[in-house]
């Protein structure tokens, strides 16, 4: 069993940056497909990034591509979605998902199997 923990989010001003992680348990975690999804009432979760097996594989989501920055730290079983220029719109409950059973990249969270509790950012002047 896989377990995901989020962390870093927060209240920050527009134009401020973030930093999530995303620590997730298992030896083969450097195998794992790693995601983010944002939640809002207004919208049920949306894709954000992705990272597959090496950094190089990443996708983003237009609106964040650009200002985010998926990243892995494999010696720490960890993902971080380094998040700049925020703006009132990136405001939700942010989650991190994990595949680990398929190496490549998807923007559906049915594909991932294993998700955290999800960490709040909240952008507001």
């Known amino acids: 069993q896989v377990r995901v923990v989020e962390s870093g989010g927060g209240l920050a001003q527009p134009g401020d940056s973030l930093r999530l992680s995303c620590a997730a348990t298992?030896?083969?975690?450097?195998?794992?497909?790693v995601a983010w999804f944002r939640q809002t009432p207004r919208e049920d979760r949306a894709f954000v990034a992705a990272i597959g097996v090496r950094e190089a594989d990443a996708m983003y989501e237009a609106s964040v591509k650009g200002r985010f920055t998926i990243s892995r730290n494999n010696a720490e079983n960890t993902v971080y979605l380094e998040m700049k220029n925020l703006t009132p719109e990136d405001t939700a409950l942010y989650f991190c998902?994990?595949?680990?059973?398929?190496?490549?990249?998807?923007?559906?969270?049915?594909?991932?199997?294993?998700w955290g509790q999800g960490t709040q950012v909240t952008v507001s002047s």
């Open positions: 298992g030896s083969s975690f450097k195998t794992y497909t």
């Open positions: 998902a994990v595949n680990p059973y398929l190496s490549a990249l998807f923007r559906t969270p049915t594909e991932y199997s294993h």
